[in-house]
């Protein structure tokens, strides 16, 4: 089973939108997968609950007062934190993860409050001893925007260049009212988004 945590300690910063995403792409590969939920908001269990019966099915795992059992041949596990983790508590999560992705914004204040958490994660030993890889992700870039070129920059400097940038998307709030995510409908309308997704895939299953 490859296992992956969502998480940073800043609120609103898109780990419940990577977490459900990266769900549907693992499932859609054909991947027995299972989404965790250590929220105690609920948020990736209530879009579970929204998720049509004639998709690539996903387990739900309600994680918010511990972290339990996975079933029997789950093959991907991703887990959705929440905001304002504490590092013990990040540090149990990560504990049942093979690798951890961060998502960032491009604003001043997740900036600062990002490299704060990405500091904190590099203390931890499987992290800092480079046994358990960091990537982070540049989410709700907008192209040529500033702020974003700005987040790069930042994220090179603390020694987390992103592997990937996501657009600012309409479609990511769409697909979730209907229980689906960036991999789960036919056709072209998704394509340039799934493209911002390949770079983080791909990173994930060279470590599958
Ligand atoms: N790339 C994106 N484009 C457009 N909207 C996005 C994108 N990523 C996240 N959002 C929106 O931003 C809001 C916050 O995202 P999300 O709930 O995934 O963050 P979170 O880190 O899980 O928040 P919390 O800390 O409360 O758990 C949601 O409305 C989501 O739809
Ligand atoms: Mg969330």
Redesign the pocket.
Known sequence: MLSVLVT?A???????????TLATAFASEGHKTALADV?R?G?ALGWLALRPGDRPPIAGLDWHKSAGKVQDGVERLVI?A???ARLKHVDELQGRADLVVV?V?PSLFDERSTGDFLARLDRLKPIRKGRKAVLVVA???KPRGRASQRLVDFLKREGFPPVAS????????EL?IDGLGAFDPEGRRLVEIRRDWEPLLRAISERA
């Open positions: 940073n800043k609120g609103g910063a898109g780990k419940t939108t990577l977490a459900v929220d908001q948020s959705d929440p905001a304002g998502p914004q989410n709700r870039t996501l657009s600012e998307r309409a479609a990511y709030q979730a």
